[in-house]
């Protein structure tokens, strides 16, 4: 009787038992694209945007590194820390690749960026951001120093690209190559505009970063 009983017993928990789900893995979420210009969050608030996409991290202006906490990209997503504050620009470790899909163009743009080949004196070149759209100009001369308030700054390019508040760090093209981020200028007037980049080069080889291209 005793082992009848334990029988039956068994036999009805393992009939009200519910059945196993089997997980439904979520779907994939596709990485969200960032191109040469694209706005990015800071945690001084400034209003920042992404330079030429190196592999695996951002450059950015250094106005963009103050405070503390993530760089984030659209929609609000973390990106990754600032790792590196040098002279011109800082840099963010994208902590995770497959969430970001670095692109080798500039937004507004479909030519893609193929390489970092340096323009020659009298080339034309062009920059776009937000504040002042796409606009071209000619690269004047190289190797130039200036000097600003919190000092001075060498191995810039001078080009005659008019400036705007708010376009510093805007990615600088020659045709797919990329030249440099311009870090400032002159308005226009009776002689024209004056600006200066620092080119993408001498940042390449500085930090041992791989220009990301298509």
């Known amino acids: 009787m005793k082992t009848l009983l334990l029988t039956l017993l068994l036999t009805a928990a393992?009939?009200?038992?519910?059945?196993?789900?089997?997980?439904?893995?979520p779907p994939a979420t596709a990485p969200v694209p960032l191109e040469a210009g694209t706005p990015l969050g800071s945690p001084s608030h400034a209003r920042c945007a992404n330079g030429f996409n190196v592999r695996g991290h951002?450059?950015?202006?250094?106005?963009?590194?103050?405070?503390?906490?993530?760089?984030t990209g659209p929609g609000g997503g973390q990106v990754g820390p600032v790792v590196r504050v040098r002279d011109?620009?800082?840099?963010?470790k994208v902590q995770d690749?497959?969430?970001?899909?670095?692109?080798?163009?500039?937004?507004?743009?479909p030519t893609p960026i193929t390489g970092s080949t340096e323009a020659a004196v009298?080339?034309?070149?062009?920059?776009?951001?937000?504040t002042s759209g796409w606009r071209c100009g000619t690269l004047q001369a190289k190797n130039q120093t200036v000097h600003h308030g919190t000092g001075v700054i060498t191995g810039l390019t001078r080009t005659n690209l008019c400036v705007q508040p708010g376009d510093d760090w805007v990615p600088v093209v020659s045709g797919s190559q990329a030249q440099g981020h311009l870090l400032g200028g002159l308005g226009g007037g009776p002689g024209g505009c004056t600006s200066f980049f620092q080119p993408i080069n001498r940042i390449l080889r500085a930090e041992a970063f791989t220009l990301v291209t298509g």
């Open 14 to 25: 393992t009939a009200g038992a519910p059945a196993t789900a089997t997980a439904t893995p």
């Open 58 to 71: 951002l450059l950015i202006a250094v106005r963009c590194a103050d405070g503390t906490g993530p760089i």
């Open 88 to 92: 011109t620009y800082a840099v963010v």
């Open 97 to 109: 690749p497959a969430k970001w899909n670095q692109l080798p163009r500039l937004v507004g743009s």
């Open 122 to 130: 009298g080339a034309a070149v062009c920059a776009a951001s937000r």
